[in-house]
């Protein structure tokens, strides 16, 4: 076990705080999508603790599938080039989708994605992001649902992993320095 794993990370959410914004925004959705049925789509692995609390929240019908896709080179940075490493078992047409991200950093993956779902004619397409980071964009993409805007620092907790660790923490914390370079 390497010694970055005994680590505590700096809170940079409370749970508290977390629960209280996906209560609100399961709430905004569910009035946005009134009489609609959701098609939500969890994009592993990062989403899938966000995607757990926010669906027992929202009060419209909706079905559940998930997708991977992986960003190419290593460290923080996203290339851009993206591989989809585990697609739909839905077809996307004429449903209206929810696409359900942890984190837009540069938005590469999450462009790439969205530019491959289009494809398929969902009669809507939205996305939800817990987290933001609006300075690092690189790619022309917004989300329609973001629970919170934060700085341009590594993040774990809440779903959300450095080398695959930290997932299980309940609050959003963050590394500082070397640490986060992996
Ligand atoms: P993007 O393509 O640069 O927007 O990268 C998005 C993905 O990178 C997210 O879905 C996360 O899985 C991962 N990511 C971005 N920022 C962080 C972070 O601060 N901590 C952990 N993973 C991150
Ligand atoms: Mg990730």
């Known amino acids: 076990m ?9 809170v940079l959410l409370t749970k508290e705080q977390i629960a209280k914004r996906v209560r609100e925004l399961a709430e905004q959705i569910s009035v946005d999508y009134a009489r609609q049925e959701l098609l939500v789509i969890g994009v592993l692995k990062g989403s899938w603790i966000f995607l757990a609390d926010l669906v027992r929240l929202i009060t419209v019908p909706i079905t559940v599938d ?4 992986s960003s190419y080179g290593a460290g923080t940075n996203s290339s851009g080039e993206v591989k989809m490493v585990l697609d739909l078992k839905s077809p996307l047409e004429g449903r209206d989708v ?3 991200e942890d984190i837009m950093d540069s938005g590469l993956t999450l462009k790439y994605i969205i530019d491959n779902l289009k494809l398929r004619r969902p009669r809507s397409l939205k996305i939800v992001a817990l987290m933001d980071k609006p300075d690092r964009r690189r790619a022309d993409i917004k989300a329609d649902y973001i629970g919170f805007k934060i700085p341009d620092k590594f993040v774990v907790g809440y779903g959300v992993d450095f080398a695959e660790r930290f997932r299980n923490l309940p609050y959003v914390g963050y590394i500082e320095g070397p640490m986060a370079k992996g």
Request: charged fraction near 10%; hydrophobic fraction near 60%; charge should be neutral.
């Open 66 to 69: 998930f997708m991977m896709a």
């Open 98 to 100: 929810l696409v359900v």
């Open 2 to 10: 390497s010694e970055r794993a005994n680590l505590t990370p700096a």
